[in-house]
């Protein structure tokens, strides 16, 4: 599917951006416009995701501490923010929010068309929140789709929301990935778009939140099954990183930049990898 199918491909009306920030990359709110870039971008002044310098060398590379925890890793958060949602669904139809903005879909699909990823391919959504990335999935042409979420307002959403548009055969659970007990396996592609860096932001224990989270991942893929993560609070080279252990890197999906002071930055990294045994 091409970017301008997709611009018009969400038959549900998008809600407006959210204000502007000028810490926003680093306190984790990424939440994004219908235009897919960054509410936050023109107004900020750091050009990293969630780090004080745009260094790629391996001194320079962010620790776990090297951002704050923030309300946007509770799951408290989320359930508030979903059943908002939730409510403001079943009175005028609005899905809420797309994290990242719809282009963060479109470069994920052009990926998967790209990488010829088959119709009947599992597909795991991890933190499908209110469900229209499994819609666009969907409308793609994939069959064999899950999406999972600890938040229940979000899974009920999800689950309208695909009603909705009369997406039907989609897997929705409420289930949090990190203590998901080996339920979740076998999936070519997990897709990940701001989930890990709400787990990164959690205030308890941030740091065992994400070795689960990749424990989790690798129970979940197969063997060459693929991982898509997008984020707003790790650059690529710290995803790399991150996921070095299990994990090949297959290559870095383009993303809005932008110069500041001199240097170049991105709005986010969207970054895929390959599980490697």
Not at 236 to 242: F, S, V, Y
Request: glycine letters at 10%; aromatic letters at 8%.
């Amino acid at each position: 599917m091409d970017a301008a199918m997709m611009e018009t491909s969400l038959s549900i009306p998008m809600p407006p951006a959210v204000g502007n920030s000028s810490n926003a990359l680093s306190s984790g709110n990424c939440r994004g416009r219908p235009d897919g870039l960054l509410s936050t971008m023109e107004d900020s002044t750091d050009i990293t995701h969630g780090c004080g310098n745009a260094s790629d060398s391996e001194e320079d590379r962010c620790s776990d501490s090297d951002f704050g925890t923030s309300k946007l890793g509770t799951k408290e958060y989320w359930e508030d923010a979903y059943q908002r949602e939730l409510e403001t669904f079943k009175d005028i139809g609005d899905v809420g929010e797309i994290w990242f903005g719809e282009e963060s879909m479109s470069r994920v699909l052009r990926w998967m068309d790209k990488a010829k990823i088959p119709e009947n391919a599992a597909i795991l959504d991890i933190g499908t929140g209110n469900g229209t990335f499994l819609v666009e999935l969907a409308k793609s042409g994939y069959k064999n789709l899950t999406g999972i979420d600890y938040s229940p307002a979000s899974v009920e959403l999800a689950r309208n929301v695909l009603q909705a548009v009369d997406v039907s055969d989609v897997t929705v659970k409420e289930m949090d990935f990190l203590n998901c007990q080996g339920e979740l396996k076998g999936f070519d592609v997990c897709i990940d778009k701001g989930t890990f860096d709400a787990i990164s932001l959690n205030p308890d224990n941030t740091k065992e939140g994400k070795k689960l989270y990749l424990e989790a991942l690798k129970v979940a893929l197969k063997d060459k099954g693929f991982f898509a993560i997008t984020s707003c609070n790790w650059t690529k080279e710290q995803l790399l990183e991150r996921f070095s252990e299990g994990f090949e890197f297959v290559q870095e999906l383009p993303t809005p930049s932008f110069q500041f002071g001199g240097k170049t930055g991105n709005s986010v990294a969207a970054v895929i990898f390959k599980r490697v045994h």
